[in-house]
C-alpha cells in the first residue's frame, strides 16, 4: 500500500530542489478574472421591434429587459453597462431628476398585439427599470453595471433636464459670456452635489460598475466652462485673464483639473458604499498617445486620463476608439492600443474596441470597407488582438437589435468563452 508521506515525498524532492534553482516562490499562480466582456445597453433601442406582427420586447417591464438581456447575452457578455439615462431623461425612477423620457411608442399593454400608441415613461414604470435589470444581472452571473453619458444634455434639445432647466445660474459660459442652455458648469459645487446624488441612486440600486462615457457630451469641451468660480480660480493660479482661445492647453489644463476632481468625488462616494464598485471611463481616440500626454483629450473633453491612473481614481480604461490607418486597420490598430496599455501599464483595467456602431467612422463597418472582410471576421481579430496584446477584456458598443449581426455575436462569444475566457496567469499572495 502506498502511503500518504510516501507519495508527496517525489513532489517534497521537487519543492526543494526548485526552491535551490530558482528561489522560494512568494506566490502560487491563478487563474486571474475572467477575460471581461463589456457589453453597453442602451436598452430604449429595443422598443418597438416586431417580429411577424408580434412585438419582441416591452422595455417598461421586467420580462422586457430579461428578454433584452437574453440577446445581450448572446455575445457572452460578462458585464452588463446598461444605460441609465438618455442625456438626462431618466430611464429609472430617479427621485433626484425628475424629467424622464417621454416618446411615442407602442405601450403594448393591451391583451393582443394591436399597436397602441401612447406614451413610454420609464421613470414611471413598475417596477423601477434600472433596479430590475441590475438584480437580472446579478441572477444570471452577470456584472451589473451603469453605462452614465458624461453630459447630461446629450445631443437634443429635449434630453435636457429639469434640474439644469431650474438652475440656469449654474448654466456653461463661452470666452464673450453666451450661456450654453440647459447644460451646467462643474464649477459650481452645487452642480456636483447634484451628479453625486445621482450617482448615490446607482449605488443604491445595485451597481458593481460605474462606466462614465467622454464621448457622450452633448458637444461639451472647455470652451463653455468660462464660468465665475473657474475663471476666478485661473486668475488665481495665473495671475491673468484667462486666455480668450478655447484651446489653449492652459485653459484646457486648468478645466481638466475640475473634471479629475468632480471623478475624485464619484470614487469617494462609491467607496462611501462599504461595496467594491468599480469606476471605469471611456475616452473616444484616445491614441496616439503622445507628448505631452493625452492633449487631444483634454482639449476636446477636458479628461486628463493619464492623471486619473496615476492618481489611483479609475479601475478600468475603455478605449471607445482609436483613429486607425485605412492603409493598415489592424496594424495600427494594434499600434495605437498597445501606446495605452504601455502608459497604463498594469495599473488599472484596460479594455479594447470591437464597435459594430460606425458614427465616427471607426467601428466594424469602416473596417469592412478598408479591408474586404466579413464583419464577423473583422470581429475575430479584433477580439485575438485585444486578447494577444493582454488587455482585460473588450468593450462592445451598444449591443441592440440589430446591431452586432447573429454571425458576429457567435464569434465574439465563442473566442471568449473559449481560448480568450481567461487573462494569462498571474502570481497572487
Avoid at 408580434?54 to 453597462?81: M, N, R, S
Avoid at 413598475?126 to 452571473?141: H, M, N, V
Avoid at 488599472?348 to 470597407?369: A, E, M, T
Wanted: with cysteine; charged share 25%.
Amino acid at each position: 500500500m502506498t502511503t500518504m508521506a510516501s507519495s508527496g515525498l517525489p513532489l517534497l524532492v521537487a519543492a526543494c530542489v526548485a526552491a535551490m534553482l530558482y528561489g522560494v516562490p512568494q506566490a502560487v499562480s491563478q487563474e486571474k478574472a475572467r477575460f471581461e466582456v463589456a457589453a453597453w445597453v442602451d436598452h430604449f433601442d429595443f422598443a418597438g421591434i416586431r417580429r411577424e406582427g408580434k412585438y419582441l420586447f416591452d422595455t417598461e417591464t421586467v420580462e422586457g429587459c430579461a428578454a433584452i438581456l437574453d440577446h445581450v447575452q448572446e455575445v457572452g457578455a460578462t458585464t452588463i453597462l446598461w444605460r441609465n439615462c438618455g442625456g438626462a431623461t431618466m430611464r429609472y425612477q430617479s427621485a433626484v431628476e425628475a424629467h424622464h423620457h417621454e416618446s411615442k411608442l407602442d405601450k403594448r399593454r393591451v391583451p393582443d398585439t394591436r399597436p397602441i400608441y401612447g406614451w413610454v415613461r420609464y421613470g414611471e414604470a413598475q417596477p423601477d427599470i434600472l433596479r430590475s435589470a441590475l438584480r437580472i444581472c446579478r441572477e444570471r452571473g452577470l456584472r451589473p453595471g451603469v453605462h452614465w453619458p458624461y453630459e447630461e444634455t446629450h445631443w437634443s434639445g429635449w434630453t435636457i433636464g429639469g434640474w439644469n432647466l431650474e438652475h440656469p445660474q449654474y448654466w456653461g459660459r463661452t470666452v464673450d459670456g453666451h450661456a450654453w442652455w440647459g447644460r451646467c458648469s462643474l464649477g459650481w459645487e452645487e452642480v456636483v452635489r447634484h451628479k453625486l446624488a445621482l450617482v448615490t441612486e446607482l449605488v443604491d440600486r445595485g451597481i458593481e460598475v460605474l462606466f462614465i462615457d467622454f464621448y457622450r457630451t452633448g458637444g461639451w469641451s472647455p470652451a463653455y466652462e468660462y464660468v465665475e468660480p473657474v475663471a476666478r480660480s485661473y486668475r488665481e493660479a495665473h495671475g491673468e485673464e484667462p486666455p480668450v482661445d478655447p484651446q489653449d492647453l492652459r485653459w484646457c489644463r486648468h478645466v481638466a483639473g475640475y473634471v479629475t476632481g468632480y471623478l475624485r468625488r464619484v470614487r469617494e462616494t462609491l467607496d462611501a458604499s462599504g461595496r467594491k464598485i468599480d469606476l471605469y471611463v471611456g475616452i473616444p481616440e484616445i491614441a496616439p498617445v503622445g507628448d505631452p500626454m493625452g492633449v487631444r483629450s483634454i482639449v476636446a473633453h477636458g479628461a486628463d486620463w493619464p492623471t486619473w491612473i496615476d492618481q489611483g481614481l479609475i479601475d478600468g480604461l475603455v478605449i471607445n476608439s482609436v483613429r486607425w490607418d485605412a492603409e493598415d486597420p489592424m496594424g495600427s490598430t494594434r499600434n495605437l492600443c498597445r501606446q495605452v496599455m504601455k502608459l497604463v501599464h498594469g495599473r488599472c483595467r484596460v479594455l479594447w474596441p470591437v464597435r459594430q456602431y460606425d458614427f465616427s467612422g471607426f467601428g466594424i463597418p469602416s473596417y469592412r470597407k478598408a479591408t474586404k472582410l466579413p464583419d464577423e471576421e473583422i470581429a475575430r481579430r479584433l477580439v485575438e488582438m485585444a486578447w494577444e496584446e493582454g488587455a482585460d477584456g473588450i468593450s462592445l458598443e451598444c449591443v441592440d437589435y440589430g446591431n452586432y449581426r447573429e454571425k458576429t455575436r457567435e464569434v465574439i462569444r465563442t473566442l471568449t468563452t473559449g481560448k480568450c475566457k481567461f487573462v494569462r496567469t498571474e502570481a497572487v499572495p
